[in-house]
């Protein structure tokens, strides 16, 4: 099974929008509606963001959401914020593994 | 409070064996999927196993025939025995708990430990 494909990076002012991509493929993303994103400051554990698809835990500020459209997921955070400046995955369901997660994707806060 | 604590990281020579522990406090591991998921040093996540709260279990490919993932209910505790360790085995292993929130669970992991260090090299 391999990694979900994320950009390496994500660059953006405080204040505005940015979108973290997730592409995979039939068997994963576009398959089932199970796809989730983590945010992991250096040093730390992964934290639960989205679930999924477009689900947020309680605690998770609305400025996170979540789509897909086909075999692409998306993460946008509106209103970036120097705390959102981190590591962000995200992982599907798949059909064989039975788990995967994206090549993640580093977020920098200008 | 719900908590995850890994233990068991360390340096093992190429070839060798080593067991992780998590230890899980403020539920029951039983109930819960369980999974191992673990980052090489500047490197993403992976998936690594999974044990359902039935008892069946499933792993990555890459570690298939090599690790086992197990738990003790009496300790509360999950496990993950791993053998024939290479020098890609290195990574910090994590442990983490489904997601589940007013009577449904999804696949997703809410509740991770802090991680323990496997280094893998003579």
């Known amino acids: 099974q391999s990694a979900l494909t994320q950009p390496a990076s994500v660059y953006g002012s405080p204040g505005q929008s940015i979108t973290i991509s997730c592409t995979g493929t039939?068997?994963?993303?576009?398959?089932?509606?199970?796809v989730s994103w983590y945010q992991q400051h250096p040093g730390k554990a992964p934290k639960l963001m989205i679930y999924d698809v477009s689900n947020r835990p309680s605690g998770v500020s609305n400025r996170f959401s979540g789509s897909k459209s086909g075999n692409t997921a998306s993460l946008t955070i509106s209103g970036l914020q120097a705390e959102d400046e981190a590591d962000y995955y995200c992982?599907?369901?798949?059909?064989?593994?039975?788990?995967?997660f994206g090549t993640g994707t580093k977020v920098t806060v200008l | 409070e719900v908590q995850l604590v890994e233990s068991g990281g360390g340096l093992i020579q190429p070839g060798g064996s080593q067991r992780l522990s998590c230890a899980a406090s403020?539920?029951?591991?039983?109930?819960?999927?369980m999974t191992w998921v673990r980052q090489a040093p500047g490197k993403g996540l992976e998936w690594v196993s999974v044990?359902?709260?039935?008892?069946?279990?499933d792993y990555a490919d890459s570690v298939k025939g090599r690790f086992t993932i197990s738990r003790d209910n009496s300790k509360n505790t999950l496990y993950l025995q791993m053998n024939s360790l290479r020098a890609e085995d290195t990574a910090v292993y994590y442990c983490a708990r489904r997601f589940c929130s007013s009577g449904s669970c999804y696949d997703a992991f809410d509740i991770w430990g802090q991680g323990t260090m496997v280094t893998v090299s003579s």
């Open positions: 403020g539920f029951t591991v039983s109930s819960n999927y």
């Open positions: 044990i359902y709260s039935g008892g069946s279990i």
């Open positions: 992982s599907s369901y798949t059909s064989s593994s039975p788990y995967v």
């Open positions: 039939s068997s994963d993303v576009g398959g089932y509606n199970y």
